[in-house]
């Protein structure tokens, strides 16, 4: 963002003033997240600096916080249980996501708006509300306290958002390409895989990334129809902040930023391909 | 236990049939069963632990996981019971809610003659436990005492505060407060503060005006106190300095005294006792029978003791604990039934709790938003 | 298209439109087809729940299944005074039948949600019976006293029918007199409305300091070359994609008395140790935590809105002699207000829906109305209360849902 040359002294001072005020912003979006990092490698049970680690001590630093994490049954189990779940919800909620967006981008798709806004819902309904209301159902139907009724209920919440994600991708999709490939002699199939999917791809996965995190960061649902097998991650961090606030959370806590930051390096990588793909090139 | 496990057998319909099952029974023992067993978490699951669950698994070969739900017991055993699929085999449980979930038909009426083991000198269970403990559904464990602890570090050596009165006396003792965020305990305590007499309390509670004069001595103090919500707040509150006082289990006080020297000390004065102890889900009497006779017999609940301060529920126990599992100091001064700490007792009035907790709750939750 | 043209046909003779229609009729076939699986699917696992969350929240089963001798025998009731004889042997056979069954607890539950010592006079009684002679009127009227009162027996009569308006009375802090009307709890009973009030503004202020800090990031990123741009997104996009109970752990780690930020102060000397703030399990945290977790809820759709606004709109304002503030407030904030609109809305859904965060740093102050349904659902076990007060969120919710969906429509939501 180039100042103008004929922008006035006032307007310069005020721009820097802007751009401090930026700076500030996003020290608040960014710092938090960095501040538990170091605190993570407390050698002492708090939640704040020491004095050693003020100075740069080596004393003050230690791993043992990392390995309470690793060498704890619960946390592992628990992680297990996250992935188990959040990768069976995922694929799930990708299959039947990908594949209703596949019909509401059609032009003819009847009653679009109303459906597309039911699709939705379940981001915008209060999770206590989807917590409670699937505590009563799978309770009846035998499915609370099982893994099949996490999965489920998980598959529900992920569905907005590879519904969201494909929808968009498609609805930037060129559909001469399909004719241009017809046109070039390929049958329907082999048009899918070599133009279709390749270009559709990156939205799917994104949209898969999206409900994968989502059932990940659940504690709501889980809280209300999981049963002790199925304690996920995020059940035994929000009890473990409850109960007894040890730095073993940190720890957690920093590995669950490595991973997003993993994730959002995917997810930027695959932004990229696909405008490369498509065209696009990044100005 | 194996006197138990074959006069139930018996107690069956037919010779044949009980032959057969006693076999299973046996195969059953072997096949090594997992029990789902849900209490309080922290210091005290790791009492049971080591005092029950331990010696158990090493015996039976069984495995046994614990589950840190008896603070929402109630509504699992709820939600498991309507899905037709209850995953728990035994609960830990306070008395009142075992009130409710006994009345709902959502766990075992207990015959405690039947189930439980004997006193060593020949007592039955019925007489061997507190006097009135025995509820249609419930097999008491231990006695716990809802105490106001302090910091000895925050008051002058010669003033220490010892009394109900002093926690609600600003002036003379000043600093915050801890209090647990219910209703339970805090207008029991503000009414014995106020002068009022210890069998009148729930009497008074009754009314409106007892419950407009506990507010208005809680009322004194409401600037002043920070409400916790978890049993391991209290001690942290009080070693970290943030309170003066706290109100708190009498256990977790005395595990942090005594496992991490923290300078803390008890008011006993106004305790408000109460019991903790075993139900069994609808339909799992069977699977956990042979525990549970060999879990709450008289040296099993002596054993518990040895780990954490609370009383054990037997009378026959009560002769039997000894000194701290690792400390070695004596026990018995630190149990909320030893007689000097026991002398303005007040006992929890659970049916009053059952009948009230609702209304005095919302009550409760609309004073502290004034 | 005029009558006397012959109309157009394809190559095997079906008139064109006709094939057209048929066409349209296909895909249209084909794109429901498509999408069904997943309606049938989230009809099941999703719709289908919440619908029979809202019918809990009027059912009122207990009194009419487990004392039906009971009402029945009332029915001819005068309503003047405590009933007769044949009434308290309809009362006891229900009752001795629902003891043999062990199935009087949520009777017992319902009626003391209404009425305190309902619970225990039923449980205590039912205990009882087994010794209990007649006449059963003065026995039971021996046994527990609210038995001779007649406004037990109105409530009794009262919640005999199916369905129930004292759960939303009861969430809206209103209640039922004995003889039906509808008045006000007692002062010392009010706590709903004034935490669905206290979410509301609470949640218009997050709304508010999101849309404060996120409109100069959006501007910045939508300004900025794509270049720059794409790495700033990032870092409005790495708290987006972190846990959010990471990020609410780390607001307790900053926020509390011995946390980063207190430490800090008391260091640099701007606050005495024994002063440090409070800025944790008060509204203070309830409203830095989410508005920082929200954040991006508001940055995102402004700057797809104001990327679209082309910069020389501003040059020529500014050729034409405008002053910087007038022209942004003239021309380039009228521009965003689509963004604005969307943002805003999205945030104030999220944020009155919120449960997670006031509940581990709002404290007694910070809390929302949705830890008042949590604790219905889990401590208090009202469930019938839990379902009234999560009905009436949901009705807020959905109405700001449609005007989001009338002004800026689902489909163009974005996602990163």
């Known amino acids: 963002m180039a100042i103008p040359s004929y922008a006035t002294r006032g307007e310069r001072i005020w721009h820097y003033v802007f751009l401090g005020l930026c700076t500030l912003i996003f020290l608040f979006l960014i710092g938090p997240l960095l501040v538990i990092i170091p605190l993570s490698f407390n050698a002492q049970p708090y939640f704040t600096f020491t004095q050693e680690m003020l100075t740069f001590d080596p004393q003050g630093y230690s791993l043992r916080w990392y390995q309470d994490f690793f060498t704890s049954s619960r946390w592992l189990n628990a992680i297990k249980n996250s992935f188990i779940i959040g990768i069976a919800s995922t694929i799930l909620a990708t299959v039947l996501g990908t594949i209703a967006a596949l019909g509401l981008s059609s032009r003819h798709m009847p009653a679009r708006g109303v459906i597309m806004a039911l699709l939705i819902s379940p981001m915008i309904v209060p999770l206590i509300i989807s917590a409670a209301a699937m505590f009563f159902f799978f309770s009846r139907i035998n499915l609370a306290q099982t893994y099949l009724g996490v999965i489920l209920a998980h598959t529900a919440l992920g569905i907005p958002f590879v519904v969201i994600t494909v929808t968009a991708t498609l609805s930037s999709f060129d559909t001469t390409l399909i004719r241009a490939a017809h046109s070039l002699g390929a049958n329907p199939t082999r048009t899918f895989f070599k133009v279709v999917l390749p270009l559709v791809t990156p939205g799917v996965v994104s949209g898969a990334l999206f409900a994968f995190i989502t059932s990940f960061d659940e504690v709501v649902v889980v809280l209300f129809i999981a049963g002790p097998e199925q304690r996920t991650m995020p059940i035994q961090m929000w009890s473990g902040i409850r109960e007894q606030i040890s730095p073993t959370i940190l720890a957690v806590a920093t590995l669950l930023v490595l991973l997003s930051m993993l994730l959002l390096a995917t997810l930027e990588l695959l932004r990229r391909r696909g405008e490369r793909l498509r065209g696009v090139t990044p100005g | 236990m194996k006197k138990r496990g074959t006069s139930s057998v018996i107690k069956g319909s037919s010779i044949a049939f009980a032959g057969l099952s006693a076999l299973a029974l046996a195969v059953g023992a072997q096949a090594q069963q997992t029990l789902n067993i849900v209490s309080w978490g922290g210091a005290y699951t790791m009492s049971q632990q080591r005092a029950y669950h331990d010696p158990w698994m090493e015996q039976t070969g069984d495995e046994i996981i614990n589950i840190d739900q008896s603070g929402n017991a109630l509504a699992g055993l709820r939600s498991q019971s309507q899905a037709g699929n209850v995953t728990w085999d035994l609960v830990d449980m306070l008395p009142a809610d075992a009130m409710i979930a006994c009345a709902e038909g959502l766990i075992e009426p207990i015959d405690h003659d039947e189930l439980l083991a004997e006193a060593p000198d020949g007592t039955p269970p019925s007489e061997d436990f507190i006097d009135g403990s025995l509820t249609e559904c419930y097999i008491p464990q231990i006695v716990y005492s809802n105490i106001v602890a302090f910091n000895t570090g925050m008051f002058p050596e010669d003033d220490q505060p010892s009394t109900i009165e002093d926690v609600f006396d600003l002036e003379n003792y000043p600093g915050q407060r801890a209090l647990m965020r219910r209703p339970i305990n805090n207008l029991e305590w503000a009414l014995l503060a106020d002068g009022v007499d210890h069998d009148d309390v729930y009497d008074m509670l009754e009314t409106e005006e007892g419950i407009e004069r506990a507010f208005a001595k809680l009322d004194t103090i409401k600037d002043h106190v920070i409400w916790w919500e978890e049993g391991a707040q209290p001690p942290q509150l009080l070693a970290d300095r943030e309170v003066a006082f706290a109100s708190a289990y009498n256990g977790r006080i005395f595990d942090a005294m005594i496992s991490e020297n923290q300078p803390f000390e008890i008011i006993w004065d106004a305790q408000v006792f109460e019991l903790d102890g075993w139900v069994v889900p609808a339909g799992k009497l069977d699977k956990v029978a042979d525990y549970l006779y060999w879990a709450t017999d008289t040296q099993r609940l002596a054993d518990q003791a040895r780990y954490i301060s609370y009383g054990p529920a037997r009378l026959s126990s009560s002769a039997e604990v000894s000194t701290h599992a690792e400390a070695g100091i004596d026990m018995a001064p630190h149990m909320p039934t030893y007689p000097e700490n026991f002398a303005t007792a007040l006992q929890k009035d659970d049916e009053f709790w059952v009948d009230y907790l609702d209304e005095l709750s919302q009550r409760f939750d609309a004073w502290l938003a004034q | ?416």
Request: include cysteine; charge should be positive.
């Open chain 3, 1 to 416: 298209m005029s009558d006397s043209a012959a109309p157009l046909t394809t190559a095997d003779g079906v008139p064109l439109k006709v094939s057209l229609r048929r066409a349209v009729r296909r895909s249209k076939f084909k794109a429901l087809l498509l999408v069904s699986p997943l309606l049938l699917f989230l009809g099941v696992a999703f719709v289908i729940p919440i619908f029979e969350m809202l019918s809990r929240s009027v059912a009122n089963p207990e009194v009419s299944t487990h004392l039906p001798r009971t009402v029945a025998a009332l029915e001819n009731w005068d309503r003047r005074e405590v009933p007769d004889e044949p009434v308290f042997e309809a009362l006891v056979e229900d009752l001795r039948e629902g003891q043999a069954a062990r199935n009087l607890g949520l009777l017992a539950s319902r009626l003391n949600y209404e009425r305190s010592g309902m619970r225990s006079a039923i449980n205590r009684t039912a205990r009882g019976l087994g010794s209990m002679e007649p006449p059963y009127r003065e026995a039971m009227i021996d046994a527990n006293a609210r038995w001779g009162e007649l406004d037990t027996w109105k409530l009794i009569e009262r919640e005999s029918s199916p369905f129930t308006m004292s759960y939303y009375l009861a969430a809206l802090d209103r209640q039922l007199t004995p003889d039906g009307e509808i008045t006000m709890a007692p002062d010392n009973q009010q706590i709903h409305v004034s935490l669905f009030w206290r979410t509301f503004w609470m949640s218009g202020l997050i709304t508010l300091m999101t849309l404060l800090l996120g409109y100069p990031i959006a501007f910045l990123l939508a300004n900025l070359p794509l270049r720059h741009s794409n790495l700033l997104m990032i870092l409005v996009l790495l708290p987006f994609w972190t846990s959010l109970l990471v990020r609410t752990t780390t607001w307790i780690a900053i926020l509390q008395s011995q946390g980063v930020l207190n430490d800090l102060m008391v260091f640099l000397g701007v606050i005495a140790d024994e002063a440090r703030w409070q800025m944790i399990h008060n509204k203070i945290g309830t409203v830095v935590a989410m508005t920082h977790i929200l954040l991006p809820f508001m940055i995102l759709p402004l700057y797809s809105v104001m990327k679209t606004i082309p910069p020389s709109y501003m040059r020529a304002a500014r050729s034409l002699g405008g002053r910087p503030f007038l022209c942004f407030r003239r021309i380039y904030f009228p521009l965003t207000i689509p963004g604005i609109a969307a943002g805003g809305i999205l945030v104030f859904i999220l944020s009155i829906g919120y449960y997670i965060t006031p509940a581990l740093v709002g404290g007694q102050s910070g809390r929302f109305i949705t830890n008042y349904i949590a604790y219905h659902m889990q401590t208090s076990l009202n469930w019938g209360l839990a379902a009234a007060i999560a009905s009436i969120l949901l009705c807020v919710v959905v109405v700001f849902y449609l005007v989001f969906n009338r002004l800026v429509g689902v489909d163009k939501v974005k996602l990163g």
